[in-house]
């Protein structure tokens, strides 16, 4: 059975955050679920997490989560999820959330959610995926990261070998207009399976 359009959504998991990230949190769950695209989480109902897997749910949409046996009770697990997999490590549960998902936003996070997002980023610069990738900007949370980017960027630490590599938006709507338009964009083609040449042709 082909499942729907997905969407991994990478946030945080704290209660004690300012009110405009649940607000936005919410809005992503019931944009989600209007446009009939499927939830890929952390499966965590605490934080922003909780807050778009609830409002997922209201809106009528589908949920499939993650979480290692380790953060079953810390992160307190959302059991509503339609597909819920428990698994042993944080790696698992990152490789399964990025298999089933066809796009990738990271709302306002920590430490975890950065390191998920980033690691996204890294594959789509290796051309190992062709996905939309959205750093969604509540209250300009992301600036400083994308500052960094810029940083590594002038100091060639980095290039940008595709120039849809990320898009950074300020808004709930422009994050998913973003990623239903994103198959009609030109993107550079996936380079070929050997390892080597992907990393070449990615920094060329």
């Not at 973003?178 to 070929?192: C, Q, R, V, W």
Request: proline fraction near 4%.
């Amino acid at each position: 059975m082909t499942r729907p359009f997905s969407v991994a959504v990478y946030c945080s998991s704290s209660d004690h955050v300012d009110r405009a990230y649940f607000e936005a949190a919410d809005a992503l769950g019931l944009g989600l679920a209007a446009r009939g695209w499927r939830l890929v989480f952390g499966a965590g109902r605490v934080g922003l997490m909780g807050a778009v897997a609830f409002a997922t749910h209201r809106g009528g949409g589908k949920i499939y989560g993650v979480i290692p046996h380790a953060l079953d009770r810390v992160e307190l697990t959302y059991e509503e999820c339609d597909e819920l997999l428990r698994v042993e490590t944080m790696r698992q549960r990152k490789a399964l959330m990025e298999e089933n998902a066809d796009a990738y936003i990271a709302l306002p996070g920590g430490l975890g959610t950065l390191e998920e997002i980033v690691e996204i980023i890294v594959l789509k610069q290796l051309r190992y995926i062709d996905r939309p990738i959205v750093l969604l900007n509540t209250a300009g949370y992301w600036e400083p990261l994308i500052a960094l980017f810029e940083e590594m960027i002038q100091q060639q630490f980095l290039t940008l070998a595709n120039p849809n590599l990320y898009q950074v938006v300020g808004t709930v709507d422009a994050a998913l207009d973003y990623i239903a338009s994103y198959s009609l964009m030109e993107t550079p083609p996936l380079a070929g399976t050997d390892d080597e040449e992907r990393v070449r042709t990615a920094l060329e």
